[in-house]
């Protein structure tokens, strides 16, 4: 039974080697807790009253009061477990900074619990950051701005230029100049082997018969 009920409810030992503030800062936290339950209490008994109103004489406004009484039940209740898991339980695990931050959404949520569990956790609030800011190391300073600047890349790598290939026209034209090609013969036939050769060849190289013959 113990067990069960400190899974919802903080205990309300604090850990001796907490730092002063802190102590102080998670005693007003449990408070909170309590006051979330107390609270859901509350609403629970204005929902019912408010619904047993309206059933019997009507009326909007005891409608509305009750349906939203049965709201805020809902956002206590589970603002007092979460407020355990966030803020107590980050405390005694020593995260005194996710104490600190998630205190201040539940201050907005307090609001619901009448505003006195958002007054216990505005204290629970300064409480642990004032333990944050003395245990700070002397003379720690955050970056202020335009102290860090970053410097200006260097030049990117750039692969040198390939040549373009040389077109294969103008290689062919330089080919051509350094070998100049003979020019065409004119041919003749040989009447007697039918063999064609040039005409400047006075007799058929085949069968040796005059070119006058061929």
């Given at each position: 039974?113990?067990?069960t009920?400190?899974t919802?409810?903080?205990?309300?030992?604090?850990p001796?080697?907490?730092?002063?503030?802190?102590?102080?800062g998670?005693?007003?936290?449990w408070?909170?807790?309590?006051?979330?339950?107390?609270?859901?209490?509350?609403?629970?008994?204005?929902?019912?009253?408010?619904?047993?109103?309206?059933?019997?004489?009507?009326?909007?406004?005891?409608?509305?009061?009750?349906?939203?009484?049965?709201?805020?039940i809902?956002?206590?209740?589970?603002?007092?477990?979460?407020l355990k898991?966030?803020?107590?339980?980050?405390?005694?695990?020593?995260?005194?900074?996710d104490?600190?931050?998630?205190?201040?959404?539940?201050?907005?949520?307090?609001?619901?619990?009448?505003?006195?569990?958002?007054?216990?956790?505005?204290?629970?609030?300064?409480?642990?950051?004032?333990?944050?800011?003395?245990?700070?190391?002397a003379?720690?300073?955050?970056?202020?701005?335009?102290?860090?600047?970053?410097?200006?890349?260097?030049?990117?790598?750039?692969?040198?230029?390939?040549?373009?290939p040389?077109?294969?026209?103008?290689?062919?034209?330089?080919a051509?100049?350094?070998?100049?090609?003979?020019?065409?013969?004119?041919?003749?036939?040989?009447?007697?082997c039918?063999?064609?050769?040039?005409?400047?060849?006075?007799t058929?190289?085949?069968?040796?018969?005059?070119?006058?013959q061929?």
């Amino acid at each position: 039974m113990n067990s069960t009920l400190n899974t919802f409810i903080a205990s309300g030992n604090t850990p001796p080697w907490l730092p002063r503030e802190v102590a102080e800062g998670r005693r007003y936290a449990w408070w909170a807790q309590l006051m979330f339950l107390l609270a859901a209490l509350i609403w629970f008994v204005v929902a019912i009253v408010e619904i047993t109103f309206y059933a019997v004489d009507g009326g909007i406004g005891r409608l509305g009061l009750g349906l939203f009484g049965f709201f805020a039940i809902v956002i206590c209740f589970m603002a007092s477990v979460f407020l355990k898991k966030t803020v107590l339980d980050a405390i005694d695990q020593g995260r005194f900074h996710d104490a600190k931050n998630d205190s201040l959404v539940w201050i907005f949520i307090g609001l619901f619990g009448f505003a006195l569990p958002s007054i216990l956790l505005v204290l629970t609030y300064v409480k642990v950051g004032d333990a944050l800011t003395q245990q700070a190391p002397a003379g720690y300073q955050p970056y202020a701005p335009g102290t860090v600047t970053a410097q200006a890349p260097g030049p990117a790598y750039a692969p040198p230029p390939v040549p373009p290939p040389a077109q294969p026209a103008q290689q062919q034209t330089a080919a051509a100049a350094q070998h100049p090609q003979h020019q065409h013969q004119p041919m003749t036939r040989c009447k007697n082997c039918n063999v064609q050769f040039p005409m400047f060849m006075h007799t058929c190289p085949n069968c040796g018969a005059p070119k006058e013959q061929a």
